[in-house]
């Protein structure tokens, strides 16, 4: 089938790289024999379009629902607009407030970073295309680029991950991609974390 990269995210010593299967919109994520995640320097760009054959990962561990495991591959061609490509195909999942995000379920922490419990209510997807309302502007912490929503009397926040170059200012009304982590423990909160992971200028 042929398969749409839309994200690739840097992940500890490999990277995560994202996808739509063309002909059913299905979003994916493309993992390798032995769920091994994409390396560092994997050949999936964004925006590429490959033929790939795949199964779905067994057992599945909600809410990384879109895993697959993929067994053939093949470069087909690039794609030059996937914000046209997204919206066409009617792709956004969330609109408006950073609130909306998966059905509201996000926990905040007292410094901002959103977080869902893993054994407590979980969405049906770990990523998603949301079409922000306001800006987002991008600062350093911790020596790590975060992006700041501007939430009244709140502070929400997400850590960048993608390959992308940096951006000050990601403008309202941008699609922007937005995934989970695998569970792991954070100033003293296991959490599956809300992480940027691109957006689509």
């Given amino acids: 089938m042929e398969i749409l ?28 024999p032995g769920n091994q995640n994409q390396p560092t320097d994997t050949d999936f760009e964004i925006g590429e379009v490959w033929d790939i054959r795949f199964i779905h990962r067994n057992p599945v561990i909600p809410p990384h629902n879109e ?10 061609r690039k794609e ?41 209510n979980l969405p049906q997807r770990s990523t998603l295309f949301w ?36 951006v000050e200012v990601i403008p309202a009304g941008t699609i922007i991609r937005v995934s989970l982590t695998r569970p792991f423990v954070a100033n003293g909160v296991e959490g599956l974390w809300a992480q940027l992971s691109g957006w689509y200028l």
Avoid at 88 to 98: T, V
Avoid at 103 to 114: E, F
């Fill in 131 to 166: 079409l922000s309302d306001r800006n987002l502007e991008c600062y350093e912490s911790f020596n790590k680029n975060r992006y700041r929503y501007p939430n009244e009397g709140t502070n929400r926040n997400f850590s960048f991950v993608g390959y992308q170059n940096i």
């Fill in 67 to 76: 895993d697959v495991i993929i067994l053939e591959k093949k470069y087909v």
């Fill in 80 to 120: 030059q607009n996937l914000t046209t490509i997204i919206k066409d195909r009617g792709l956004i999942n969330c609109q408006g407030s950073i609130e909306n995000l998966y059905d509201g379920l996000l926990n905040w922490t007292h410094n901002g970073s959103g977080y869902i419990t893993p054994n407590g």
């Fill in 5 to 32: 990269i839309v994200s690739k995210t840097h992940m500890a010593n490999n990277a995560c790289v994202g996808g739509i299967v063309l002909l059913t919109n299905e979003s994916i994520r493309l993992l390798n």
